[in-house]
Each structure stands twice: as C-alpha cells, then as structure tokens.
C-alpha cells in the first residue's frame, strides 16, 4: 500500500469515527410531580431497544448518553405513578435545549378515589379527614375467601374486629378500636340501611359483588352522620352503570358444605342505566369439634338487589334502588338441625326479610355547586326462636336528606338538613315487657374545607341534632391537614359524638333478647363522647423498584355515662347506667412494601380499652390488645397472584373474668386469571385449624342445656374454598 493510499485510508477512517461521535447523543429530563411540581426523586428512565436507563436525582433530574441516532421509545416508570412512555427522536431538534420537563401523574387508580362518606368531591389524597379504603383488587380478592358476606373483610382490616355474639348461628358485629358495636354505623351509599334489630344479622347478610369500595372512617364521625358514628363508620359505595356493559357471575363452594351463587349486571345507555344484582348462599349444619353443636348453621338465603339510573339531562339525575333479602338460619344441636328428630335439643332459629328502597336526585346548578336529595326506607321483620322461648318484632325506618355542594379550588361548603324515623313494633317476646319504641331525629350540619395552600388544609363541621325524647345535641368536628412534601402527610383531627340508649346491643343479641327489660325502666340519658385521632403517612423509595408506604394512627376516644345491660337480683336483664366512662387508646401501624411483583403488608393494632365505674378500673372484654396482620402477596397482572396470610391476636379479657388465649390465624389464597373473562380461585382459610373448641370452652352445661361463654376466637377451624368467576 503506497503513501497516497494510506492516507486516504486514514482520512475516511476519521471521518467515519467523526460522524459515529457526532452521532451519539445526549438525552437530559428533569421529572416533577404533576400536581404539587416538586421533584421526584429515583424516576426509572429507560429505553428499551438500547437498553439504556437512568434514574433521577435530587432535583429531579436524570441523563442518559450514547445514544444513536434513530427514534426510539422512552419510558419513565415510578411506583404510585402512571407510567408514561414518548416517542423521541435524536437527534433531538434543538440540541441547544436539551432539558424537557415531564410532570408526572399520580396512578389512575389513586385518582379515581374519591371517598362518598366525607360528603366532599375531593380525592383521598386532597382531604383532612383521614380515610381508608378497600377497592379494586383488594376488594376482589378478599370477596375471594368469603362471597357470602363481609364479615372476613373488614376484620381482616387494622383496628376492625367483628365480634361473634352467637356461637351456633354465627350472628356477627363490627367493632372499631376495640368499642362495642352499637357506637359503629353501617351504611350502604351513605344511608343507614343496617342498624337497629338488624345489626347482629347484617355483616353475614351482605354479599361483595355489587360493592366498587367499602370507605371506613375511624373515630367520631357523629358530625357527619348524627348519633351513633361514635367509634367510626363503615360505607359500602355500590356499583353504578358504566358506558361498557358488564355481566359476571361467580360460583363458590366450601369444603364445609356452603355453596354461594352470584351474579352482577350493569349498563349506561344514553338517558338511563340499570344495575342488577341477585346471590343465593346456602350453609350445611358443620361442627368440626364433634361436640353436637353447629359452628356453621344451616341458611339459605336469597339477595335482590335491582337498581335503576334515570339520566334527565347534562345537569339532573336519580337513581331509585330496591334491597331484598330473605333468609332462615338455624343452628344448634347438629342433629336437630339436619332434621333428626331430638328430644330437648337446643337450637337458635333466625328467620329475617328485609325490604329497603333507596332514592337519589342530583341537580348540577353549575360547574361549582350541586343540590342532592336523598331517601331511604327499611322494612325489617326477624323472628329469633330458641326451646321455650321467640323474640319476634318489625322494625320500620327512614332517613331523608337534602344538602348543598358548593366547592371552588381553594374552598368548598357543604350544608344539609336531614330527617331519621325509626319505629319498632314487638310481636312477641317476654311477658308483660314488651320493648316497642317510636323516635324521631331533626339534624342540621355544615362542613367547610379551605385550602389554605398546596400544604396546608383545613376540615370544619358543625351538627345540630334534635332527638324527639334527648332533646338537642351539639356536635363540632375539626381536622387538619400538613403535607410538607409529597412524601409526607400528617392529619390531626377530632369531634365530639353521641349515642342515644337502645336495646339493640351486643349484650341483649347474646341472649336472643330474652328477659330484657325496656329502656324506660331506668330511663338512662344518653351516652356522650370526645374523640381524636392523629395520622402520619410516609412514602419512601428505597430504589427505584423497591417501595415503602407507612402510615401511623394514634386514637383516643372517650364515652361517658355508658349504657350497659345488666342481670338484677329478678333474673331479668336492665340497662343501667352507672357512673363512669369507657375509654379506648391506642394506635394503628400500616406498612407496605412492593418489589416488582411482590407485596408485602404488615398491620399492628394496640388497643387498651377500659371501663372506669364507680372509682373501679378494669378491662373491657373481648378486646385483642394486641394483633398483627400480614399478608404477602405475589402478583402478575391480569396472569395469576397467589397471597400467603397471617393474623395474630392477643389474650383477651371475657365477661366472666376469665382470659381466652392468645392465637395465630394462617391462610393461602390464590386465583388464576385466563384471558379476560375467566378465572379460577382457591382458599385455604385457617389452615393450621385454629379453633376456640381446641384450646378453650364455648360453652358450660350440656349440649341440650348451653350456657355459652364468650367468643373470642374461631369456631369453624380449616375450611378450603374454590369456585371460578366469568365476567362479559
């Protein structure tokens, strides 16, 4: 090769490695929060076909070099962020410029959340009040384990217990931070549909299917919803009709003998929409202990639940729902109950229908402020039968209300007046004592949240209540809220509360009513509460696949004057009212990591509930102290998750000195999506068959002659279910 050669060799070998530099580029981004416009730190920035990537720094900013020219697809992903994806082609036009600013949105599922129960348009994130919340997934898989009712959701829930008040019938209410179940109100799309006669029935009489989300609240909540949201609230928020039609049905069976059959329809057309919603579950007669006694009674039960949208125009709406449920549930001796024919047997009967209407209007007056009417009525008749004895009556009740909405960016007002009758007629029961009563309750509330900056919101409310035998109740509520970084929530809050006395307690279900003398007999007033709670809730990216959320609850409600239910020197049962107060103090500790397809949660609750009578201090029965929840989850979306759990609960106190034993509560669920419209499920629910009839009594006596003891822990033990779902 001669000189001339070699050096035009050289010159195109500069030349190409010039234009191979020159064709490397430089792709600069800085990343914020669409919202707030603070940084966000640890953003994946990648791109796929070169496998190339970066994550953020401190002031948001990420660079990637080295890249080719040609068009590729850039992908920034951030866990509890939608996930966006561009298409940028390098070079980049004006090279002098390169550092494009991307705000971020936070998940489409966070978004969507917007909790009914506080009365505000505003999402979860964008309130006060503190709130939590059971939807989609979540909701899905835990109606998994049980499609018949809601009872293992919610005291699955840190800071829920539901409290098993029948050991052969199962009968059920829910306790929140360790009170008694009356100082809870359960409501379905904000109305008052299960209190009163129905509340030992109602957690094991409402199916999942139907529900978008279940909101709970903790603590006083009586400005919000009047007497009785002492301890908190639970909403169960319905389905409403989308633009896509959607028919599933799903079918599950138990390895105790239950069977539960469901189906769901819903579709928006143009002027109206419809939701439909029926369920049949049945239960076999099941005693895992052979002692002769059910754990699971028998039941059938049928749910119908049609609902319709009347779309009137761009700014008018109703809807008109009707709620029926019918149902017999018997438990008790085994034999009896599978229809053997016993002498002397003992046996808890519960015959029940329920028939409930639901009406709502909404009028858009303009873009900032809507008026809302809304109406329900509940028709509840139970009959309750044990040997020698039936408790038998009909309750009828109702709740009006008309509020106001007015909201702007920074402020918005919210006013109501509201109108609850409740009317109980006995048409059987003890001799000479009939329990009949006849109320009716006037409120009228205002509730403001200012956003005083992008920090810092305030919550005020303000109830005025006037009861037609208590005469008038006072209630304010406040809440604050400091967000000093998007990481960083912190919520205090606290209101006062009332319960007026009623003879629908715990105590009185235990022993199906029977001896119990009226309220007038001690005419007590009624109970009165102060309650606070303060919140902290913290994100923390550990990397840019691992994710920690933390939230703590620290809660302190006090009751004076409680009404309590006790045996006189007559055999007979009278609520009494002596001097004192419950008190309940403790907190809440929530902690949720996420590793790509693995999630981990871990749930402590601490609750030191105690009863202060006549200068005396003991502790309130049948309250955990302390209980762990952890479920660890392995998930594939839209594929396959399969999740592992375990709940551990503390000695509790029983009413009759004793102290239960402390005990651990394992399972394994799983299911298995194919395609979209298929899927199989399969629960090992209490694998390592806890059960009270293994360690302790349920009851003293005979089985033909029970003197039950506190439940405190299971009774049913190992139960496998499975079952597959279709969904058009």
């Given at each position: 090769?001669?000189?001339?050669?070699?050096?035009?060799?050289?010159?195109?070998?500069?030349?190409?490695?010039?234009?191979?530099?020159?064709?490397?580029?430089?792709?600069?981004?800085?990343?914020?929060?669409?919202?707030?416009?603070?940084?966000?730190?640890?953003?994946?920035?990648?791109?796929?076909?070169?496998?190339?990537?970066?994550i953020s720094d401190k002031n948001g900013s990420v660079i990637i070099t080295n890249i080719p020219d040609g068009v590729y697809q850039v992908q920034f992903s951030y866990?509890?962020?939608?996930?966006?994806?561009?298409?940028?082609?390098?070079?980049?036009?004006?090279?002098?410029?390169?550092?494009?600013?991307?705000?971020?949105?936070?998940?489409?599922?966070?978004?969507?959340?917007?909790?009914?129960?506080?009365?505000?348009?505003?999402?979860?994130?964008?309130?006060?009040?503190?709130?939590?919340?059971?939807?989609?997934?979540?909701?899905?898989?835990?109606?998994?384990?049980?499609?018949?009712?809601?009872?293992?959701?919610?005291?699955?829930?840190?800071?829920?217990?539901?409290?098993?008040?029948?050991?052969?019938?199962?009968?059920?209410?829910?306790?929140?931070?360790?009170?008694?179940?009356?100082?809870?109100?359960?409501?379905?799309?904000?109305?008052?549909?299960?209190?009163?006669?129905?509340?030992?029935?109602?957690?094991?009489?409402?199916?999942?299917?139907?529900?978008?989300?279940?909101?709970?609240?903790?603590?006083?909540?009586?400005?919000?919803?009047?007497?009785?949201?002492?301890?908190?609230?639970?909403?169960?928020?319905?389905?409403?009709?989308?633009?896509?039609?959607?028919?599933?049905?799903?079918?599950?069976?138990?390895?105790?003998?239950?069977?539960?059959?469901?189906?769901?329809?819903?579709?928006?057309?143009?002027?109206?929409?419809?939701?439909?919603?029926?369920?049949?579950?049945?239960?076999?007669?099941?005693?895992?202990?052979?002692?002769?006694?059910?754990?699971?009674?028998?039941?059938?039960?049928?749910?119908?639940?049609?609902?319709?949208?009347?779309?009137?125009?761009?700014?008018?709406?109703?809807?008109?729902?009707?709620?029926?449920?019918?149902?017999?549930?018997?438990?008790?001796?085994?034999?009896?109950?599978?229809?053997?024919?016993?002498?002397?047997?003992?046996?808890?009967?519960?015959?029940?229908?329920?028939?409930?209407?639901?009406?709502?209007f909404e009028h858009r007056i303009s873009t900032r402020s809507k008026i809302g009417l809304k109406n329900s009525y509940s028709n509840y008749d139970r009959k309750i039968?044990?040997?020698?004895?039936?408790?038998?009556?009909?309750?009828?009740?109702?709740?009006?209300?008309?509020?106001?909405?007015?909201?702007?960016?920074?402020?918005?007002?919210?006013?109501?007046?509201?109108?609850?009758?409740?009317?109980?007629?006995?048409?059987?029961?003890?001799?000479?004592?009939?329990?009949?009563?006849?109320?009716?309750?006037?409120?009228?509330?205002?509730?403001?949240?200012?956003?005083?900056?992008?920090?810092?919101?305030?919550?005020?409310?303000?109830?005025?209540?006037?009861?037609?035998?208590?005469?008038?109740?006072?209630?304010?509520?406040?809440?604050?809220?400091?967000?000093?970084?998007?990481?960083?929530?912190?919520?205090?809050?606290?209101?006062?509360?009332?319960?007026?006395?009623?003879?629908?307690?715990?105590?009185?279900?235990?022993?199906?009513?029977?001896?119990?003398?009226?309220?007038?007999?001690?005419?007590?007033?009624?109970?009165?509460?102060?309650?606070?709670?303060?919140?902290?809730?913290?994100?923390?990216?550990?990397?840019?696949?691992?994710?920690?959320?933390?939230?703590?609850?620290?809660?302190?409600?006090?009751?004076?004057?409680?009404?309590?239910?006790?045996?006189?020197?007559?055999?007979?049962?009278?609520?009494?009212?002596?001097?004192?107060?419950?008190?309940?103090?403790?907190?809440?500790?929530?902690?949720?990591?996420?590793?790509?397809?693995?999630?981990?949660?871990?749930?402590?609750?601490?609750?030191?509930?105690?009863?202060?009578?006549?200068?005396?201090?003991?502790?309130?029965?049948?309250?955990?102290?302390?209980?762990?929840?952890?479920?660890?989850?392995?998930?594939?979306?839209?594929?396959?998750?399969?999740?592992?759990?375990?709940?551990?609960?503390?000695?509790?106190?029983?009413?009759d000195g004793l102290t239960g034993q402390s005990y651990w509560i394992l399972g394994l669920m799983s299911e298995k999506m194919f395609g979209e419209h298929f899927s199989?499920?399969?629960?090992?629910?209490?694998?390592?068959?806890?059960?009270?009839?293994?360690?302790?009594?349920?009851?003293?006596?005979?089985?033909?002659?029970?003197?039950?003891?506190?439940?405190?822990?299971?009774?049913?033990?190992?139960?496998?279910?499975?079952?597959?779902?279709?969904?058009?």
């Amino acid at each position: 090769m001669n000189l001339k050669q070699k050096f035009y060799q050289t010159l195109f070998l500069l030349i190409l490695n010039c234009t191979f530099v020159y064709s490397q580029n430089t792709y600069q981004a800085t990343i914020q929060d669409k919202t707030t416009q603070e940084p966000l730190i640890g953003v994946s920035v990648f791109i796929p076909e070169l496998s190339k990537g970066n994550i953020s720094d401190k002031n948001g900013s990420v660079i990637i070099t080295n890249i080719p020219d040609g068009v590729y697809q850039v992908q920034f992903s951030y866990i509890g962020y939608q996930t966006l994806r561009f298409q940028v082609n390098f070079p980049l036009a004006d090279s002098l410029n390169n550092n494009i600013l991307y705000l971020l949105p936070i998940a489409e599922e966070m978004e969507e959340v917007t909790i009914s129960s506080t009365r505000s348009t505003r999402t979860i994130e964008d309130i006060p009040t503190r709130v939590e919340f059971i939807a989609g997934e979540e909701l899905a898989e835990k109606g998994n384990m049980k499609p018949g009712d809601i009872r293992m959701m919610l005291n699955e829930s840190t800071g829920i217990q539901t409290q098993q008040t029948s050991a052969t019938s199962y009968n059920s209410s829910i306790r929140i931070q360790g009170l008694d179940g009356k100082y809870t109100q359960l409501l379905r799309d904000g109305l008052p549909l299960y209190s009163g006669f129905s509340s030992g029935l109602s957690l094991m009489q409402i199916a999942p299917l139907d529900l978008k989300q279940v909101e709970v609240i903790k603590g006083a909540t009586s400005t919000l919803y009047g007497g009785g949201a002492i301890a908190g609230l639970v909403n169960l928020v319905s389905k409403t009709p989308r633009k896509e039609s959607e028919l599933s049905f799903m079918l599950n069976g138990t390895s105790a003998l239950g069977l539960d059959a469901s189906s769901f329809y819903s579709r928006k057309f143009k002027r109206f929409g419809a939701t439909v919603f029926t369920s049949y579950n049945l239960g076999s007669p099941y005693d895992p202990a052979n002692i002769g006694l059910t754990a699971i009674p028998k039941f059938d039960r049928f749910t119908f639940n049609p609902k319709l949208f009347v779309y009137l125009n761009d700014k008018s709406d109703f809807n008109i729902g009707l709620n029926l449920i019918t149902e017999d549930r018997l438990g008790g001796n085994i034999d009896y109950v599978k229809g053997t024919q016993t002498a002397n047997a003992y046996y808890e009967e519960n015959e029940t229908t329920r028939i409930s209407t639901q009406i709502s209007f909404e009028h858009r007056i303009s873009t900032r402020s809507k008026i809302g009417l809304k109406n329900s009525y509940s028709n509840y008749d139970r009959k309750i039968s044990i040997p020698n004895f039936t408790f038998a009556g009909v309750q009828n009740s109702s709740f009006t209300e008309l509020n106001y909405l007015h909201f702007s960016d920074r402020m918005e007002w919210v006013l109501g007046l509201n109108l609850w009758t409740d009317h109980f007629d006995q048409s059987t029961g003890s001799a000479g004592s009939p329990l009949d009563y006849q109320n009716a309750t006037v409120g009228a509330f205002i509730q403001n949240i200012w956003k005083a900056s992008n920090k810092i919101s305030l919550e005020t409310g303000f109830r005025i209540d006037y009861h037609s035998e208590y005469e008038f109740f006072a209630l304010p509520r406040l809440s604050f809220m400091y967000k000093p970084v998007q990481s960083l929530t912190l919520r205090v809050g606290g209101g006062l509360g009332y319960k007026t006395p009623t003879i629908f307690s715990e105590e009185a279900e235990r022993i199906q009513f029977r001896n119990v003398l009226p309220l007038s007999v001690n005419d007590p007033d009624a109970e009165q509460s102060m309650g606070t709670n303060l919140d902290v809730n913290y994100r923390l990216n550990i990397s840019k696949e691992l994710l920690l959320t933390a939230n703590i609850l620290g809660f302190y409600t006090n009751i004076e004057n409680p009404v309590v239910l006790i045996q006189n020197n007559q055999s007979f049962f009278e609520f009494q009212q002596p001097d004192g107060n419950i008190d309940t103090k403790g907190a809440e500790v929530n902690l949720k990591l996420s590793y790509h397809d693995f999630k981990l949660f871990v749930g402590y609750t601490f609750a030191d509930v105690n009863e202060h009578y006549n200068g005396i201090t003991t502790k309130f029965p049948l309250v955990a102290k302390h209980r762990l929840n952890n479920v660890l989850m392995f998930e594939k979306e839209e594929n396959l998750w399969v999740g592992f759990e375990a709940y551990y609960f503390s000695p509790q106190k029983l009413s009759d000195g004793l102290t239960g034993q402390s005990y651990w509560i394992l399972g394994l669920m799983s299911e298995k999506m194919f395609g979209e419209h298929f899927s199989i499920f399969l629960n090992l629910e209490n694998f390592l068959d806890t059960r009270q009839t293994r360690f302790d009594t349920i009851f003293t006596g005979t089985p033909d002659n029970p003197q039950f003891r506190d439940i405190y822990a299971p009774v049913d033990g190992f139960v496998i279910n499975a079952g597959f779902k279709l969904k058009f």
